[in-house]
């Protein structure tokens, strides 16, 4: 099923393959991540399956990070947009799924995970690696892209960083952070330069989640939207009350400025086709 889609994703997204060691699918890969210390990426076959029976053998395990951040009193969801039609997978009357309607949430899942691999491994990286060396050792030859860019563009919000390591981390929450209401963090996020609060997890997320961003509005024509509510008593998000919320948070000057940047880090001398 990968294999399939992957002739139907954009050109320049299968160069970025060049910077991972494997693709390895998994019943116990949930969430997706990129592993430095392997140099591979790690996918969750709930993106990739397509008839009813390739479907039962997906767990339908929680992500773990499903309960972090309950106790606080905001949320800050984001999704997919396109004609205001969200990013959805649609399935066909008997349950299954076409190769067709996976492509693009698949092409959002692999341009984030590509983006961690390039980051710790750019092509430029990899001329004159010794072939003794270890995946990590080679890794670790030099600073990941994401470094010199947050170094130049630093997210400067401490307040949402720590709330962060709360809703995704796991950390505990302090009663100064349960305590934060959505009007309380509206100037904190909307005055910086992230397109989503995942971004204040890590560097490597803030870079990754930025090109991804870039990529499904220029390849698939998508915007993101995000907010900052109250969160939903009975699990819907119909009586939830957003404080704040923005479509295509990517063409906001001070995010995109760092999102130009991070194009350009990882398609040097490409940035023509942004």
Not at 47 to 63: I, K
Not at 112 to 133: I, N, Q, R, Y
Not at 215 to 227: I, L, N, Q, S, V
């Amino acid at each position: 099923n990968l294999r399939t889609a992957l002739q139907a994703l954009p050109p320049d997204l299968i160069a970025l393959f060049g910077s991972i060691t494997a693709v390895v699918i998994a019943t116990d890969v949930r969430p997706a991540y990129y592993d430095p210390n392997t140099g591979a990426i790690y996918l969750d076959p709930d993106f990739l399956w397509l008839t009813v029976a390739q479907r039962n053998q997906v767990p339908d395990t929680p992500d773990p990070r499903s309960d972090f951040g309950r106790d606080l009193s905001f949320v800050m969801p984001w999704r997919y947009v396109r004609n205001n039609q969200p990013l959805t997978v649609f399935l066909n009357q008997d349950g299954s799924r076409d190769p067709d309607q996976i492509v693009e949430i698949l092409g959002f899942l692999l341009y984030h995970e590509l983006a961690h691999a390039v980051d710790f491994m750019p092509p430029a990286k990899m001329t004159g690696l010794a072939p003794s060396l270890t995946v990590l050792q080679a890794i670790n030859t030099g600073a990941p892209l994401s470094s010199s860019f947050v170094n130049t563009y630093p997210l400067t919000s401490q307040v949402i960083r720590d709330l962060a390591a709360v809703s995704f981390l796991g950390e505990t929450a302090t009663a100064t952070q349960r305590n934060l209401l959505p009007e309380d963090l509206v100037d904190e996020f909307a005055n910086d330069g992230a397109t989503q609060y995942y971004a204040y997890t890590t560097q490597y997320e803030d870079f990754a989640t930025l090109f991804e961003t870039v990529m499904m509005k220029w390849r698939f024509g998508y915007d993101k939207d995000t907010a900052i509510a109250s969160p939903s008593s009975t699990g819907s998000s119909a009586d939830a009350v957003i404080a704040w919320g923005e479509r295509g948070r990517i063409g906001a000057l001070q995010v995109m400025t760092r999102a130009l940047d991070v194009g350009q880090r990882m398609y040097p001398g490409d940035l023509a086709a942004f």
